[in-house]
């Protein structure tokens, strides 16, 4: 998959976070900086983290969905033990979070937010509720197509892949600057999760499979 460019001016937001000077290289060992960093301990998850429909005392809001995958090195081998994160927004489009204003109820259920440790095959497993999508404020009339954050945090503080995976068949998708910033059509279809009826429980929830491959940046390929 290749990487989307650092500025896309259709996606507002890059055209003040993407960079505007070569990278300062550092003058000492980069991988000193690993042997100091803080790392995350297997300790830190805790049993409910992975459904995030059981952290509260009450059931949340929206459709309950399953979402399983495999996080894999870009040889197809599993990533094992290694720490993922899931947040996203509710059922009615509305992170909980403070700076989140967007006149959407928020529910008292749902934090939205989990994390796992993958397991021997790389593989990972949540249960969640599928988000609604939001406007977000880029131009006129925009809104997010319904999405999940994953986070895949490496052996050490600095390595940390951050992505989405969205939902096949979303209306929004040709409108989202944020997908579209990514020109190849078969790169984007990557970030679309593959609805999967042998995950999906009866009379119970809709089963997704969206499996993650790390490579490398595209510094490290330069």
Same mark, same amino acid.
């Given at each position: ?10 996606? $507002? ?33 805790? #049993? ?23 996080? #894999? ?70 809104? $997010?197509?319904?999405? #999940? ?38 790169? $984007?279809?990557? #970030?679309?999760? $593959? ?28």
């Amino acid at each position: 998959m290749s990487h989307p460019p650092y500025l896309s001016p259709g996606y $507002r937001s890059t055209v003040l976070r993407a960079p505007s000077q070569p990278p300062v290289r550092m003058k000492t060992d980069p991988d000193a900086i690993e042997l100091t960093s803080p790392v995350f301990g297997h300790e830190e998850v805790g #049993l409910v983290d992975t459904d995030l429909t059981r952290q509260h005392r009450g059931e949340p809001l929206g459709e309950r969905i399953i979402v399983t995958g495999r996080v #894999l090195d870009r040889t197809g081998r599993p990533v094992r033990g290694t720490l993922l994160e899931l947040w996203q927004a509710n059922a009615a489009g509305r992170y909980a979070h403070d700076l989140d204003q967007h006149p959407a109820p928020l529910d008292p259920n749902f934090t939205g937010a989990g994390r796992c440790l993958t397991d021997d095959e790389g593989g990972y497993r949540f249960v969640t509720i599928k988000p609604g999508a939001y406007p977000w404020r880029n131009h006129h009339n925009a809104w $997010r197509p319904a999405h #999940l954050h994953f986070s895949v945090f490496g052996s050490a503080f600095t390595q940390r892949l951050v992505t989405q995976m969205y939902f096949p068949g979303d209306p929004i998708f040709p409108f989202d600057p944020i997908l579209q910033s990514i020109t190849a059509p078969e790169d $984007r279809d990557l #970030l679309v999760a $593959r609805f999967d009826l042998d995950v999906t429980e009866p009379e119970w929830a809709l089963g997704y499979r969206f499996d993650i491959v790390l490579g490398s940046t595209p510094m490290e390929d330069s």
